[in-house]
């Protein structure tokens, strides 16, 4: 995730990230204002369409569809951004619950070492599962789950349960305390399940495409409406409309899945270590 200062304005004006939507769309660009300047030359000297009023009609739909497309835009801006901060919340739960766990593991049984690197792990098997990556994960030994297990979050939230399910039965725990144990041990699966609705269920496809062939047409076709009143000025004007309404929906797509690698997807891998350091800090705390 990028970390910036909103208060500097112009920073953000006039330098491009390497990410900026600018670098993926300045091909596009460029063939777009071949494209432009061919209808345009073609309308103007062969045609010979120097008259406002025969494409006035043509002018007034296109703003008609301008108001249309930015309807579009807004829902589809709203939804990625939905999904984003919903990513956002479920890791925060995560993170909280991770330490209510680790303080009350702290203060009802005396060996925590198991604790003290499960609870860490758990977050670190979510995130190379939500990210679906296939490299090993530190110390997952240390619980004795198979490298052939799929869900490894589950693995690591079954074991985590065993082991305070094995000192209950062992008297280290009293039904009220295994009872508010499992309370928070219980959001984890819920966590990890909501992470999984996000990732795996995606704007519906007909949706996403039907935009798409919205912006492709509406571009291709802008020049033929507008060159009666703008002549060879409706080049940069194309461009630019491009530009703002594909960079739209570029950075929808990019944060409609906020668990991925991307520039502006989550950051879990501090969020992970946010949990390790701070269920470590619980453990390693002494009672006054």
């Not at 399910?165 to 725990?173: C, F, P, S, T, V």
Request: glycine content about 4%; aromatic content about 14%.
């Amino acid at each position: 995730m990028i970390s910036y200062n909103a208060k500097h304005w112009f920073k953000f004006i006039f330098k491009i990230h390497k990410t900026e939507t600018f670098r993926q769309l300045f091909p596009l660009m460029v063939g777009l204002a071949i494209y432009s300047a061919v209808v345009v030359y073609f309308m103007i000297n062969i045609i010979e369409i120097t008259s406002k009023s025969k494409i006035a009609g043509l002018s007034v739909v296109y703003s008609v569809l301008g108001f249309v497309i930015s309807m579009l835009l807004v829902f589809r801006t709203n939804t990625a951004y939905e999904r984003w901060w919903e990513g956002r919340k479920l890791w925060g739960a995560l993170v909280n619950c991770s330490r209510n766990l680790a303080i009350k593991l702290k203060v009802t049984l005396d060996d925590t070492d198991f604790f003290k690197k499960a609870i860490p792990l758990y977050s670190q098997t979510l995130r190379k599962h939500l990210q679906e990556h296939d490299s090993e994960i530190e110390n997952i030994q240390i619980l004795k789950i198979e490298k052939h297990h799929k869900h490894k979050p589950n693995a690591v939230a079954l074991q985590i349960w065993f082991k305070i399910n094995q000192a209950h039965k062992e008297g280290k725990l009293n039904e009220a305390q295994l009872i508010t144990l499992n309370a928070d041990w219980q959001q984890f699966t819920e966590i990890c399940g909501a992470c999984e609705r996000i990732k795996k269920t995606p704007i519906p496809f007909s949706y996403s495409a039907f935009i798409k062939k919205f912006l492709f047409f509406y571009t291709m076709f802008m020049p033929f409406a507008y060159v009666g009143t703008m002549e060879y000025m409706v080049i940069p004007l194309v461009i630019f409309i491009f530009y703002v309404l594909v960079s739209i929906e570029l950075i929808a797509e990019e944060i409609e899945n906020p668990f991925g690698l991307d520039p502006n997807d989550l950051p879990l891998e501090q969020l992970c270590g946010v949990i390790k350091n701070s269920v470590e800090e619980i453990f390693n705390s002494k009672p006054l």
